[in-house]
């Protein structure tokens, strides 16, 4: 096939860091500080609101946390903050710390500790991951885009559009939305320059896609998210996850629209041509990329048609074409999401530690002491807004959505939409660059333009942060839509 050349490969992080004047440093670390400041006040305000607002209710019927629940509570915001600050996984601090408290505060076994291990997420992140690092690799990821490029006609406004639908497309078939980025934004990076749209215009509408399909009931952070749910008893309706995620995502895309309508930036004027693209059109499918994209199909109708587990499905898959392709099967395995495996594993297995030793039950009480369901929910939407803008959004999902558990529980707000509005809060902020996704369009923009490319994107971040969690949480919360 006919390859699209784009810039050369990000080597992201620390490209990034080297075009960042001190200037920029300085503000990174203000907001790294302002961010484990907000995590610190929400638990003490979950932990001490309902003394201050309500003692006598507090004194009557809410248990105090006992040093066994705040320290390892303690330990988690710890484990985000240095997150934050450093490149290390926080799933491999929630094992170590998971067996910390457990075997030595605690006096648990390993298998214990290991009693709540996530065997069937992991297995589908492991299976879906390898299959599409396939369909990368032959091609096939290409080839669709290509063609959905194609169809545009030389309209090169409804550019952006096509690409947040592939990136949507993507993601609803369990591609990772970092992942789904990751192979899209050269491609979109690319047609942007040469058509003179603004790179970060075209950055958030392949963000806003990735996340738009970023909850189906095929992907990861679908089954995550209602798997959470359903372990904590109350489960929601993947199908309406999905639908709510979707819809934010576009409401979000024609606001960015307009945003850059009204700033009189749709079309950047510094925009030119990559030296390096090669916009030939690729030509039909062949060889591996038919029999991919039928096991695609394949894929659809087992897990779709026949509720198969996708795990097992997309390995099955992968094997098929592992098996024609003997001699690259290795770079295949490598293919595999192995970090987003140690962060889920790890984060579910720490907290479902704290959730044994009452830490999720307690804190639950104390939020409902403040007697505003409506109000603790726009809380804890903007809290893991804030928070997934600078740390890991599987991470914060997985420690936020049992919160809301007891909340449910003991209110009449609906549990589909107040969880819809907890996932989707937690992920429409990865726009930001100091998320994977972000990072991922300041690295592919061109390297003469990417200092530009990261201070607007910043700026954009700054204001999806303000708005998307309050938006999530006046659509899905008080409406009762869901």
Same mark, same amino acid.
């Given at each position: 096939?006919?390859?699209?050349?784009?810039?050369?490969?990000?080597?992201?992080?620390?490209?990034?860091?080297?075009?960042?004047?001190?200037?920029?440093?300085?503000?990174?670390?203000?907001?790294?500080?302002?961010?484990?400041?907000?995590?610190?006040?929400?638990?003490?305000?979950?932990?001490?609101?309902?003394?201050?607002?309500?003692?006598?209710?507090?004194?009557?019927?809410?248990?105090?946390?006992?040093?066994?629940?705040?320290?390892?509570?303690?330990?988690?915001?710890?484990?985000?903050?240095?997150?934050?600050?450093?490149?290390?996984?926080?799933?491999?601090?929630?094992?170590?710390?998971?067996?910390?408290?457990?075997?030595?505060?605690?006096?648990?076994?390993?298998?214990?500790?290991?009693?709540?291990?996530?065997?069937?997420?992991?297995?589908?992140?492991?299976?879906?991951?390898?299959?599409?690092?396939?369909?990368?690799?032959?091609?096939?990821?290409?080839?669709?885009?290509?063609?959905?490029?194609?169809?545009?006609?030389?309209?090169?406004?409804?550019?952006?559009?096509?690409?947040?639908?592939?990136?949507?497309?993507?993601?609803?078939?369990?591609?990772?939305?970092?992942?789904?980025?990751?192979?899209?934004?050269?491609?979109?990076?690319?047609?942007?320059?040469?058509?003179?749209?603004?790179?970060?215009?075209?950055?958030?509408?392949?963000?806003?896609?990735?996340?738009?399909?970023?909850?189906?009931?095929?992907?990861?952070?679908?089954?995550?998210?209602?798997?959470?749910?359903?372990?904590?008893?109350?489960?929601?309706?993947?199908?309406?996850?999905?639908?709510?995620?979707?819809?934010?995502?576009?409401?979000?895309?024609?606001?960015?629209?307009?945003?850059?309508?009204?700033?009189?930036?749709?079309?950047?004027?510094?925009?030119?041509?990559?030296?390096?693209?090669?916009?030939?059109?690729?030509?039909?499918?062949?060889?591996?990329?038919?029999?991919?994209?039928?096991?695609?199909?394949?894929? *659809? /109708?087992?897990?779709?048609?026949?509720?198969?587990? %996708? =795990?097992?499905?997309?390995? #099955?898959?992968? !094997? +098929?074409? $592992? *098996? /024609?392709?003997?001699?690259?099967?290795?770079?295949? %395995? =490598?293919?595999?999401?192995? #970090?987003?495996? !140690? +962060?889920? $594993?790890?984060?579910?297995?720490?907290?479902?530690?704290?959730?044994?030793?009452?830490?999720?039950?307690?804190?639950?009480?104390?939020?409902?002491?403040?007697?505003?369901?409506?109000?603790?929910?726009?809380?804890?939407?903007?809290?893991?807004?804030?928070?997934?803008?600078?740390?890991?959004?599987?991470?914060?999902?997985?420690?936020?959505?049992?919160?809301?558990?007891?909340?449910?529980?003991?209110?009449?707000?609906?549990?589909?939409?107040?969880?819809?509005?907890?996932?989707?809060?937690?992920?429409?902020?990865?726009?930001?660059?100091?998320?994977?996704?972000?990072?991922?369009?300041?690295?592919?923009?061109?390297?003469?333009?990417?200092?530009?490319?990261?201070?607007?994107?910043?700026?954009?971040?700054?204001?999806?942060?303000?708005?998307?969690?309050?938006?999530?949480?006046?659509?899905?919360?008080?409406?009762?839509?869901?």
């Amino acid at each position: 096939m006919t390859k699209t050349v784009y810039q050369p490969a990000p080597k992201a992080a620390g490209e990034i860091r080297e075009d960042r004047p001190k200037g920029t440093t300085r503000r990174r670390r203000i907001l790294l500080v302002s961010v484990a400041a907000i995590a610190i006040l929400g638990l003490v305000a979950l932990v001490f609101g309902g003394a201050i607002f309500n003692p006598a209710a507090t004194s009557e019927s809410e248990p105090p946390m006992t040093a066994t629940q705040i320290i390892p509570l303690v330990i988690l915001v710890v484990m985000f903050v240095v997150a934050t600050k450093w490149p290390l996984n926080i799933g491999v601090m929630g094992l170590v710390a998971s067996f910390g408290v457990g075997y030595f505060m605690l006096g648990m076994t390993d298998k214990e500790i290991l009693a709540d291990f996530p065997a069937s997420i992991v297995l589908t992140i492991i299976g879906v991951t390898y299959f599409f690092s396939m369909a990368q690799r032959n091609g096939t990821i290409d080839i669709i885009v290509q063609t959905c490029v194609r169809l545009v006609r030389g309209k090169t406004m409804l550019l952006p559009w096509v690409f947040f639908l592939i990136a949507a497309a993507l993601t609803s078939l369990g591609t990772f939305s970092p992942a789904a980025v990751a192979l899209l934004a050269p491609a979109a990076i690319g047609f942007a320059y040469e058509s003179r749209i603004h790179p970060v215009l075209m950055g958030a509408f392949i963000i806003n896609g990735a996340h738009a399909g970023g909850f189906s009931p095929l992907s990861v952070a679908g089954v995550l998210v209602h798997d959470i749910a359903l372990e904590n008893g109350f489960p929601v309706s993947q199908g309406a996850l999905f639908a709510a995620s979707f819809a934010l995502n576009l409401i979000l895309s024609v606001l960015t629209i307009v945003l850059f309508a009204l700033l009189g930036k749709l079309h950047d004027k510094h925009a030119n041509e990559y030296a390096d693209l090669d916009a030939t059109r690729a030509g039909r499918p062949h060889g591996q990329q038919i029999l991919t994209l039928g096991l695609i199909v394949a894929m *659809l /109708i087992c897990t779709l048609g026949f509720h198969m587990p %996708i =795990g097992f499905v997309a390995l #099955s898959a992968g !094997l +098929l074409l $592992a *098996l /024609i392709n003997i001699k690259e099967h290795r770079t295949f %395995i =490598g293919g595999i999401s192995w #970090s987003t495996v !140690l +962060l889920v $594993a790890g984060m579910i297995t720490y907290v479902s530690l704290l959730q044994h030793v009452g830490v999720i039950d307690t804190l639950a009480q104390q939020a409902l002491a403040l007697g505003a369901p409506l109000l603790i929910a726009l809380v804890l939407c903007y809290v893991i807004g804030v928070g997934s803008a600078f740390a890991s959004s599987t991470a914060l999902l997985t420690a936020f959505i049992p919160l809301a558990g007891p909340l449910l529980a003991s209110s009449s707000l609906s549990a589909s939409g107040t969880v819809a509005a907890l996932a989707i809060a937690a992920t429409v902020v990865d726009v930001s660059p100091f998320s994977t996704d972000g990072a991922l369009v300041v690295a592919n923009a061109r390297e003469s333009d990417r200092q530009r490319v990261y201070k607007q994107l910043m700026m954009y971040a700054g204001g999806v942060v303000l708005v998307a969690p309050a938006l999530a949480w006046v659509l899905l919360v008080p409406t009762g839509i869901m």
